[in-house]
């Protein structure tokens, strides 16, 4: 290589050197980081490796998370219209700012951190280079969460002596989710409340206990400590407290969160309420003593305690007698005493009395001293500035006393028996409690200790060291358990009854405390006794029965309850209830009658006839429940139900158990029937006009009442029967669905032209009434408390046949089938096919076909000219078109779609017989069958239906595959009419009426 290609490697090596360690490179605080919402936050940012001046500019924006992508300007150096709107007014108002620490490095300050300022911030650097090489801005991540440091103390006011210990109490508690620390430290705040507190004693973050400079000797001695008692309690002690102690103490507590960066930051802080402390001086020359005319007793002796005061000069004193550190009395600078609470009823008992015999001598006395009074007593003395003002404390001094109380040992001794250890539910428990050696008076206490309830104690009775007794709550009401006694058999016995135990929770053990006083002196012994009290329900049962379960009307039967329990009924009140339940079921058993443990018989209300019909008896612990003259009414289920009631207490009140048998069912046979009805077949043939269907009764009792239904069998008919008529036995009638209308029921009428014989009538029979006619008889009779069926019979069938002439008129039996949308009209086709003869009359009658095969005339024109509609109903949208003499078309408007079905007409040619004669039928015919289909006006439906193609061609063709199967049948009809001997039509009606197989085909 030539020494020019050296050089010019040389150079630029160089320049590529100078590039690399002279590029822009900017830097922020690492994160991610968390802080509390609330606080003051801080982020630093620095540029290096940089050209131009010193001093560079900083701009700051914010990633939120709603929007990742999404730059928003917050802050710069330069720039005073670089913020976002969001961002201008808290950087107007110092809330957010930029703080300069050097030329290249500054703090990002927010004062108070808001929810809304979590996410990715980005420090930018403008470029002051030459050019752009390295990087301009970099990025920090920052989470705001809520602020769960709480620290709290109890405000109060302290006053203590110099030398007298101090405690204070804080609870400290977080809930971040975050890993944290937290440091707490007492502060003392003396003067005005500008001045700084004075740290006592801190707890850091790292758990080390840091005394404050004025408290570190007093540390270091174990005076001022800092305990952490529970999992948030914080304890200051301070012993020996000074006069510079006197001030505001209060605690603070701290956060901290260790940053991505290694170094801890303090998230959060609170501090407490202050608590005012008192630190008063020792007087110099005031002197307390304390003595005792004897600091050794008994029990029972007599404890007097002096407190002597010396001072150089008169003054105003409060004292204040304190036994174990805790306030029993105070006197105040004029005598007057104030009495904790829990020494008031001593005081009151004369046991404790406090007086001042002078200016400088207080007494304080107890009577009767027990061993509760054995400890510390201590006299205090506050002297008073200002005489009357109990607060203007000058200085206090106390003196202390121990007083010791030696037992004396009592010989008394107790034990406890029961002459009643296992009883039923309602008897007396007796209880005896024997108390011997005792030297005093003595009180008692009786307890139960129910199983029910371990460690539980429930006081039943108490009788007082002067014979007054008591009762517990649970023992005052006398219905309960009757009236208890407690009373003193002999000087060392004591016996307890109660009268009537109430079930199995009266058991377990019953505990007797006897105390035995004297001079001050108690000893209390305690013994039990257990007792066993079994529930009256204990194998308690009832069982039910009966010798016969059918029961014919007008005899008797017996139900027989028999009860049993584990224990002896006859000695216990008991009652039974006897229930019933009519057949059929109509709800829960209903009570007929309750006879009482003292012989009252109550009858129940919702079946008052059995109170003439029962008889009660009782043998031994069987009931007997007797039913005389049994009716219908009887029928049903029977349960007897067996109460006990506890002994000894009156009234009854609830009883103590009960039991309910099982169910006997009782069937009443009414009267045997022999009801007939005649049963042969018959028919009737008519040419029109009137006819009557006879039902005759063969045999039935002289006081029976009769129901009767009539029948129709269609002659197309393939389902059951259809009812017409049903006339009960007080002649009160109902029309069956196919009969109720009007014109129907005006033809049909059933009557009872004898004593054994019905008949329905049916007016202007026409060939709709075609079929089998048939009745069924029902025979009724009353029985004492109502109407009973006893039998039932149905006749023979009777056929109504129709003579028709011999000639048939030639018309159309087409099969068709059309179509019609709803609110539009129809026209159903009948046509003659030839011209009547002069004189001959044309009558036509229109049928629609029913759901039972019948043929229910719609309308109907007479060879008078006359017309009638049958279906009253449809008379309005009825219309005979006539547009020639032989076209009877008819003619349905406003079409609804419950009229699509099967329509045909019938006509009959009439002929006048001459002068005094009448007119007579010489030739009728039958239409073929319209389908009509209706359509629903212009509705979806259709559409539906037209975008559906199998199932549109389903619903075109059904109408075509009816029409065509009654057609078949028309045409097998037609076969047999053409190969009849008559060869006229009504061979064809015949066979049509009355033969079996024609009806099968």
């Not at 010396?310 to 805790?326: G, H, Q, R, T, Y």
């Not at 008073?384 to 202390?400: A, E, F, W, Y």
């Not at 008394?412 to 008076?441: I, K, N, R, Y």
Request: glycine share 8%; charged share 20%.
């Amino acid at each position: 290589m030539g020494l020019a290609q050296c050089l010019a490697a040389a150079f630029l090596f160089l320049l590529l050197l100078g590039l690399t360690t002279g590029q822009r490179l900017v830097t922020v605080q690492q994160g991610p980081l968390y802080r509390v919402r609330g606080s003051h936050v801080t982020l630093w940012c620095k540029v290096s490796g940089y050209q131009g001046p010193a001093e560079q500019n900083f701009q700051w924006s914010i990633y939120l998370p709603s929007a990742p992508e999404r730059e928003v300007q917050i802050v710069s150096t330069v720039d005073p219209s670089f913020p976002y709107a969001i961002y201008t007014q808290r950087v107007r108002g110092r809330g957010i700012f930029v703080e300069r620490l050097q030329g290249d490095a500054v703090l990002l300050h927010i004062t108070e951190l808001q929810e809304r300022d979590a996410g990715q911030y980005e420090c930018h650097t403008p470029n002051t280079d030459e050019r752009y090489f390295g990087s301009y801005s970099a990025k920090t991540h920052l989470t705001v969460i809520p602020d769960t440091l709480s620290a709290s103390m109890a405000p109060q006011t302290l006053s203590r002596m110099e030398g007298d210990v101090v405690e204070l109490t804080c609870e400290v508690s977080k809930s971040t989710a975050q890993h944290t620390h937290l440091s707490v430290g007492w502060y003392l705040l003396q003067g005005a409340g500008e001045h700084r507190a004075k740290e006592i004693l801190t707890l850091s973050k790292d758990f080390i206990l840091k005394p404050g400079p004025s408290y570190e000797q007093r540390f270091l001695e174990g005076d001022v400590q800092l305990n952490k008692v529970g999992n948030t309690t914080y304890k200051l002690i301070i012993r020996g407290v000074k006069q510079s102690d006197q001030g505001q103490l209060y605690c603070e507590a701290a956060e901290w969160i260790e940053d991505p960066d290694g170094t801890w930051k303090d998230i959060s802080c609170n501090q407490t309420q202050r608590t005012q402390l008192a630190v008063l001086s020792r007087g110099r020359d005031l002197s307390v003593d304390i003595t005792a005319a004897e600091p050794s007793l008994s029990e029972g002796d007599t404890l007097q305690l002096s407190c002597v005061v010396e001072a150089p000069k008169s003054s105003n004193f409060k004292v204040i007698w304190l036994f174990n550190d805790m306030e029993v009395v105070g006197i105040d600078p004029h005598g007057v005493l104030i009495w904790e609470e829990e020494y008031e009823e001593r005081a009151r008992l004369g046991q404790l009395r406090a007086f001042k015999p002078s200016n400088t001598v207080y007494v304080l006395t107890i009577s009767e001293v027990g061993l509760e009074d054995q400890g510390t007593y201590q006299c205090s003395v506050s002297e008073m500035k200002t005489p009357g003002d109990l607060h203007s404390i000058q200085t206090v001094v106390s003196s202390r006393i121990q007083v010791d109380v030696k037992p004396i040992e009592s010989h008394m001794h107790l034990s406890v028996s029961t002459s009643t250890p296992q009883v039923t539910a309602g008897d007396a428990l007796v209880l005896h409690c024997e108390v011997q050696g005792a030297t005093g008076p003595v009180s008692l206490r009786w307890w139960h200790l129910p199983p029910q309830h371990p460690g539980r104690r429930v006081l039943v009775a108490a009788v007082e060291r002067d014979g007054a007794l008591s009762l517990g709550s649970a023992y005052q009401d006398g219905r309960a358990r009757g009236s208890l006694r407690l009373h003193k058999e002999s000087p060392g016995t004591f016996t307890l009854v109660i009268p009537s135990t109430l079930g199995e929770e009266d058991g377990g053990q019953y505990r007797c405390e006897a105390t035995q006083w004297g001079q001050g002196r108690n000893w209390t012994g305690k013994g039990e006794a257990a007792v066993t009290v079994s529930s009256m329900g204990l194998g308690l049962r009832a069982m039910l029965r009966s010798r016969i379960a059918t029961v014919t009307y007008g005899q008797s039967f017996e139900l027989f309850c028999q009860v049993e329990a584990g224990y002896t009924l006859e000695e216990v009140p008991l009652s039974v209830q006897w229930l019933f339940q009519p057949s059929p079921p109509s709800g829960p058993l209903h009570q007929l009658v309750q006879a009482l443990p003292n012989g009252t018989v109550v009858w129940g209300t919702a079946q008052p006839h059995f109170q003439g019909q029962a008889q009660l008896a009782k043998t031994d612990t069987s009931f007997r429940l007797h039913i005389h003259s049994t009716l219908p009414a009887n029928e049903g289920t029977y349960q007897c139900e067996v109460k006990v009631w506890r002994r000894n207490i009156q009234p009854l009140g609830e009883p103590a158990a009960s039991a309910s048998s099982n169910v006997v069912g009782i069937k009443v046979v009414l009267p045997e029937s022999k009801f007939q009805v005649a049963t042969k077949d018959s028919s009737v043939e008519i040419a029109g006009g009137n006819t009557a269907i006879e039902c005759r009764i063969v045999f039935a009792q002289n006081n029976s009442q009769f129901a009767v239904t009539w029948y129709l069998l269609p002659p197309l008919a393939d389902t059951k029967p259809l009812q017409i008529v049903r006339a009960d036995y007080s002649s009160i009638l109902e029309y069956g669905s196919e009969f109720s209308s009007p014109a129907q029921k005006s033809r049909f009428l059933s009557q009872r032209v004898s004593s054994n014989i019905f008949q329905l009538q049916i007016l202007s029979a026409n060939l709709g009434d075609r079929g089998s006619y048939y009745c069924v008889v029902e025979e009724w009779l009353w029985l004492v408390d109502g109407w009973y069926k006893l039998g039932e019979g149905t006749s023979g069938r009777t056929t109504l046949k129709f003579k028709l002439p011999e000639r048939e008129l030639p018309m159309e039996k087409t099969n068709r089938s059309i179509s019609a949308r709803e609110g539009e009209q129809a026209t159903l086709p009948c046509r003659l096919q030839a011209t009547l003869a002069p004189g001959s009359h044309l009558a036509a009658t229109w049928f629609r076909v029913t759901g039972s095969g019948r043929g229910s005339a719609l309308l109907a024109l007479r060879h008078d000219g006359t017309v009638e509609y049958p279906e009253g109903r449809l008379a309005a949208r009825l219309l005979l078109r006539r547009p020639s003499a032989g076209d009877f078309s008819l003619t349905l408007s406003s079409v609804e779609s419950g009229d699509a079905g099967a329509y045909y007409c019938q006509l009959q040619e009439w002929q006048w017989l001459g002068e005094g004669k009448d007119w007579a039928v010489r030739a009728l015919a039958c239409s073929g069958y319209t389908q009509l289909a209706t359509i629903p006006p212009e509705s979806t439906v259709l559409s539906r239906i037209c975008s559906s193609p199998p199932l549109l061609n389903f619903i075109l063709y059904l109408p075509l595959v009816l029409i065509l199967l009654l057609a078949l049948a028309v045409f097998c009809w037609c076969c047999k009419f053409r190969k009849s001997k008559k060869s006229n039509i009504t061979g064809w009606m015949m066979e049509l009426e009355g033969n079996e197989e024609a009806k099968k085909t």
